[in-house]
């Protein structure tokens, strides 16, 4: 089972410095270019929390 690695924003919707870091912190812990990003979105489109299957077998 891959490991998944999950972000959220300081308040309720993530901004894009957090995002940034968010790519970064993914990266540094091993995610390829190549992996799906999962979001949960709030009701009015902004992203609440982003996650990246992380190691050898992730899940597509």
């Known amino acids: 089972m891959p ?3 999950k972000f959220s ?5 993530m901004t894009l410095d957090e995002l940034e870091d968010a790519i970064q912190h993914a990266r540094n812990a091993g995610a ?5 990003v999962y979001a949960v979105l709030s009701t009015s489109g902004k992203i609440k929390e ?10 597509y």
Do not use: P
Request: hydrophobic residues 25%; negative net charge.
């Open 3 to 5: 490991s998944r690695i």
């Open 9 to 13: 924003g300081a308040e309720k919707d």
């Open 32 to 36: 390829k270019g190549d992996r799906y």
């Open 50 to 59: 982003v996650g990246v299957d992380i190691g050898d077998d992730a899940d």
